[in-house]
């Protein structure tokens, strides 16, 4: 495990995609691809990755598929690696080398406790953990389940909206998680604004300083961003984003945090907000309830020629009907916001066996 404070990078806000899934066309892992994504990643500069999370789909942990342990470690070598080659040179070591390392967490408290503890066992610093398969747990279940995991490893929250398999979790719920020792963030992405208002206000009334907030609301990002919120006379902010969208146009989504960090409103940011939900509504398929929301973001890394093609480990999860002219439109008309130029230099480096 690294020596380096990961709190503190999660504090100061950093960017994090979540790591898609590359696959052959026969949906095996087409492990050149995958080591080529978390190399591309990290050469737009972003402070940290999320891997086995919703973008890099659930179901490599079937049994059938066992791809789990096999993305974390082909992830965690390419961080390890990147390292190892900065620490000579000073000018990239303080970013590169401080990689902030997160590995999704899901299931009941047995398959949690396991996953959680194969993650610490990878060099992963914390765990995104998932209530979204917990759909019966009572609040008092929830809350016992999460301090036990939270005894394992770090453990950042996620409001992961129900659309793609997360539930509706009260601002009780909230109040209560903020309250334990072990938890370093939470992901807020319910693509709501009363249910992120009940994440801020719970963290705030627990007196949760250390608590850092991260935006996963893929349709609000900007202006998430740029919000101070203020409740009971204490402002927190939101510091940083962990988002299935910045798995594409990456070094663009490293450059738009850095603008947005602790910037006040202004008609130009409030306009480049919207053109980022417009990008982000045909990526992630808004029109179709988010049915080809991984499907589009194989899209985008396809054209860029990272991906061979958009295959998921469900051969029914595709594109829906009209969301490939929807990724044209964007395409057309944000070109500031894509990074095919600098994917397009570099490809064939990342690309290497």
């Not at 402002?235 to 594409?248: A, D, T, Y």
């Not at 146009?249 to 850095?258: G, I, S, Y």
């Amino acid at each position: 495990m690294d020596a380096f404070d990961f709190r503190q990078q999660l504090h100061r806000g950093i960017a994090i995609p979540a790591h898609p899934l590359a696959l052959t066309s026969s949906r095996k892992l087409d492990e050149r691809r995958q080591r080529a994504l978390t190399r591309y990643y990290i050469a737009a500069g972003v402070g940290g990755l999320a891997v086995g999370v919703h973008t890099t789909q659930f179901a490599i942990r079937d049994a059938k598929v066992g791809l789990f342990k096999p993305v974390l470690e082909l992830a965690a070598e390419e961080m390890k690696m990147a390292a190892a080659l900065a620490a000579s040179d000073s000018a990239k070591a303080e970013t590169t080398s401080s990689l902030v390392r997160i590995a999704g967490v899901c299931g009941d408290t047995k398959q949690a406790i396991a996953e959680a503890t194969l993650i610490r066992e990878l060099g992963y610093h914390a765990a995104l953990l998932s209530l979204g398969t917990m759909r019966d747990a009572d609040e008092d279940a929830l809350i016992a389940h999460c301090r036990v995991v939270a005894e394992v490893i770090p453990v950042i929250g996620f409001y992961l909206q129900p659309s793609v398999g997360g539930r509706v979790l009260p601002h009780s719920f909230w109040r209560r998680f903020a309250e334990i020792e072990n938890i370093v963030a939470i992901k807020i992405a319910p693509f709501n604004r009363y249910q992120t208002l009940d994440v801020v206000r719970a963290v705030i009334e627990a007196g949760r300083d250390d608590i850092a907030l991260y935006t996963g609301n893929d349709d609000n990002i900007v202006a998430d961003f740029l919000t101070p919120f203020r409740i009971a006379g204490k402002e927190r902010r939101i510091v940083g984003g962990l988002l299935g969208h910045w798995s594409v146009w990456t070094k663009r989504a490293v450059e738009l945090l850095e603008r947005c960090r602790n910037a006040d409103a202004t008609p130009d940011l409030l306009r480049l907000g919207v053109e980022v939900t417009d990008s982000n509504a045909a990526f992630f398929d808004a029109a179709n309830a988010f049915g080809g929301c991984i499907a589009g973001l194989h899209e985008v890394l396809r054209r860029q020629g990272l991906l061979e093609g958009l295959w998921c480990l469900d051969e029914h999860e595709t594109l829906s009907p009209g969301q490939l002219a929807e990724i044209d439109r964007v395409y057309h008309a944000y070109p500031h916001l894509h990074d095919d130029d600098f994917v397009t230099v570099h490809r064939d480096e990342w690309l290497k066996p």
